[in-house]
């Protein structure tokens, strides 16, 4: 589940409009990105151990300010899998890391 919540922090934001975390999507400078890229970017920060936001309960239209991910034609991640990932799906870098 954590590559689902680094994935959804790059698409949709945690909330915060003066969020500092670069790797969020509500963080002022930061630069929007198309679903595949998001997606291997979650896994990268998920092999980083890199920091998640909490989500903010006061987020409200996040996925209108991303038109490629509303319910309508979007290509979601965990649609994609179910959730769900094995080996198959993604051969790591290094063959060390497990």
């Known amino acids: 589940h954590l590559i689902e919540r680094y994935y959804h922090q790059l698409t949709e934001g945690c909330g915060n409009e003066a969020c500092t975390n670069e790797a969020c999507g509500s ?7 198309d679903n ?3 997606a291997i970017k979650a896994l990268e920060l998920y092999k980083n151990n890199a920091k ?7 987020k409200k239209g996040a996925s209108s300010a991303f038109p490629e991910n509303s319910a309508k034609g979007a290509h979601n991640f965990s649609a994609c899998s179910n959730g769900k990932m094995n080996h198959k799906d993604l051969q790591p870098s ?5």
Do not use: K, T, V
Not at 27 to 33: A, C
Not at 52 to 58: F, I, Q, V
Not at 94 to 98: A, H, V
């Open 36 to 38: 595949n890229a998001a």
């Open 94 to 98: 290094r063959e060390d890391f497990r």
């Open 27 to 33: 963080s002022p400078g930061f630069q929007r990105m």
């Open 52 to 58: 998640l936001c909490d989500p903010h309960p006061s």
